[in-house]
């Protein structure tokens, strides 16, 4: 993940930067995604967790929510994102929200279909300054792909709601041969209606789409896209906002791209030895409905242990040993200069060489929008 940006263009770090910073720097968590249901009123095609509103999973108990963000306070874990699932499920979603609101929540991850006016407000009132949720296309197009009628007017209402009361929206799009042809349309209605900022995701390719590594755009899509977001980030009178996930070569190639340009970003290559394009091992953890510690939100099968077993402290230097681990193939230092501030998705490495004891996380990222086709260890549409 890299807000592209203020990654290259803000001058001092922010204050969610500073905290995340000096949490890593004295061994704690420097983010947390926290997952607090896997049930979801939606089907969405593309779910990496297949997630649904009529399988109950397992999950931790109320009071084990509640001792969680106790031990979060004590962990000192400076930002905390809610997720799912759909977090709105969980009977005590607005318990755990207000819980949780002096350990620093920012942003809730939600499909919105449960925001009214009145949960606007009150999201609002308990400190929630981002909402993230998702669009893909035209109502037909995205009511289609989340399987469930009505769905994208919902969206439209519940961003318009939550824009009143201030809270900032960013849009979620996964890429996808799908999706691709809206991904223009999408950031003007995202401007249109006010959102701050877009998180454009590379397609993962497990839960519903497992086995779709054909629905990928190409290479050539890729930098095509990366090629408009140096346009718009270069100009200085657009202030519009790109994070983009699970893709993490696209930032040398966009710091390239502003380098002829004749910009300087030596200010954000400074920041990405601190916090690389792919945060896995940086103190950056997820935590599943049932406490399991995740290196990614992308990886569910991942898991480092229970927090419950081997608590906060365990769990960030387990993270920490990924970080230390030297990545292969075209990956590698020796192959790539860039291998340091991007070291390719390691989710996408780890589900490649997957087997039933788990996989190979240090392992080549086969999806490098820097890499010519024919270096790479299994050939790909480019």
């Known amino acids: 993940m890299a807000h592209v940006r203020s990654l290259f263009f ?72 809610l997720s799912g699932g759909e977090p709105m499920m969980r009977p005590n979603f607005w318990e755990i929200l207000e819980r949780i609101n002096a350990a620093g929540v920012r942003t809730i991850s939600t499909n919105c279909t449960f925001i009214t006016p009145e949960n606007a407000q009150r999201l609002a009132d308990n400190g929630v300054r981002f909402i993230a949720t998702s669009l893909y296309g035209p109502r037909d197009f995205h009511d289609d792909m989340v399987k469930v009628p009505g769905t994208h007017d919902k969206i439209i209402a519940a961003i318009k709601d939550l824009r009143k009361v ?84 696209v930032i040398p190639y966009i710091a390239k791209g502003l380098t002829e340009r004749g910009l300087d970003v030596s200010k954000g290559l400074e920041r990405l030895k601190i916090f690389s394009a792919c945060p896995v091992g940086q103190g950056h953890m997820t935590i599943n409905s049932e406490g399991e510690v995740m290196p990614c939100q992308f990886a569910q099968d991942w898991t480092l242990g229970n927090i419950y077993e081997i608590g906060f402290a365990e769990a960030t230097r387990r993270l920490a040993e990924i970080d230390e681990a030297v990545p292969e193939g075209i990956c590698a230092p020796e192959v790539c200069v860039y291998s340091r501030i991007c070291r390719g998705c390691r989710v996408k490495a780890w589900q490649r060489t997957g087997s039933a004891d788990g996989g190979e996380q240090m392992a080549e990222d086969i999806t490098c929008i820097l890499e010519a086709c024919e270096r790479r260890t299994t050939a790909l549409d480019c």
């Open 166 to 249: 201030g809270v900032k929206v960013v849009i979620k799009i996964a890429l996808s041969k799908d999706t691709y042809p809206h991904i223009y349309d999408l950031i003007k209605q995202a401007k249109e209606m006010d959102c701050s900022m877009v998180y454009i995701c590379d397609l993962i390719t497990s839960g519903r789409s497992e086995g779709a590594d054909d629905l990928r755009i190409s290479n050539e899509q890729w930098r095509e896209f990366c090629d408009f977001v140096i346009d718009e980030v270069a100009d200085p009178e657009n202030s519009f906002e790109y994070d983009i996930g699970a893709i993490p070569s």
């Open 10 to 81: 803000t001058g001092a770090a922010s204050e969610s930067e500073s905290k995340a910073q000096e949490a890593k720097r004295l061994g704690r968590p420097s983010s947390m995604i926290w997952n607090i249901t896997n049930r979801c009123n939606l089907l969405c095609t593309h779910c990496y967790m297949a997630a649904d509103g009529r399988t109950k999973p397992d999950q931790l108990s109320d009071e084990q929510a509640y001792e969680m963000i106790d031990r979060m306070h004590g962990a000192g874990v400076p930002v905390v994102f």
